[in-house]
């Protein structure tokens, strides 16, 4: 920033003087030194992150809903909540209505606010709830705490959220042909949707074609 608006720093004790060519030098070689140090530090705590993920361990200070504030004991009143809410979703309530009974029974999140739709979202496409430990949108291992529901639980949930769209869980490709297969009338690509009976299937954008 100096350089660009010629300005002449010089710092009290005279060792970084930019106004000369050693002086920048100096000034150059403390400001690599200290950006390297910043960024070890950084890989220091990603590997930390990523080594409590590996071995299940949880993270953060915010007990999760469902546990004890040693986020791996179940909660008494709310693991049994949140099966409640799987088996609700899964038998097709909605997600509104679901919240509209949380708020009905006075139950709140573990910030101590109501419940939402996306909060409900969010929390039921959680894999820690099925006892699995993500890191960086990937299930990376079994976690440390038991879980609070079934993995085929969790996951025919998670299906059914993202079947209705919206950002996803895992950013992995589930669709074999997404990208690559196109619309023999239009040349679009083809995209994937459900069928009224509940099927996927990949359609046209344009609504050329539909196969399941
Ligand atoms: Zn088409």
Redesign the pocket.
């Known amino acids: 920033a100096a350089e660009q608006r010629g300005l002449r720093i010089v710092t009290a004790n005279g060792e970084a003087d930019l106004g000369t060519d050693a002086g920048r030098m100096f000034a150059r070689i403390k400001a690599a030194v200290a950006r390297q140090e910043v960024d070890r530090k950084s890989a220091r705590q990603k590997r930390a992150a990523q080594q409590r993920a590996e071995r299940g361990q949880s993270w953060g200070s915010r007990r999760p809903f469902g546990f004890m504030a040693d986020q791996t004991t179940h909660h008494p009143v709310e693991a049994e909540i949140v099966r409640g809410m799987y088996d609700d979703f899964l038998n097709g309530v909605g997600q509104r209505e679901i919240v509209r009974r949380l708020t009905a029974r006075g139950v709140k999140t573990t910030m101590g606010n109501d419940w939402s739709q996306p909060v409900l979202r969010n929390f039921l496409l959680n894999p820690r709830n099925a006892g699995l430990r993500a890191y960086k949108g990937e299930v990376v291992s079994e976690a440390a705490w038991e879980p609070l529901v079934d993995e085929a639980t969790w996951r025919a949930t998670v299906d059914r959220l993202e079947g209705r769209g919206g950002p996803t869980y895992s950013r992995a490709r589930k669709h074999l042909l997404v990208g690559v297969a196109t ?1 023999g ?4 690509g083809m995209r994937t949707n459900y069928t009224v009976a509940g099927a996927r299937q990949y359609v ?6 539909a196969r399941r």
């Open positions: 619309c009338v239009c040349g679009e046209c954008p344009k609504h050329h074609v």
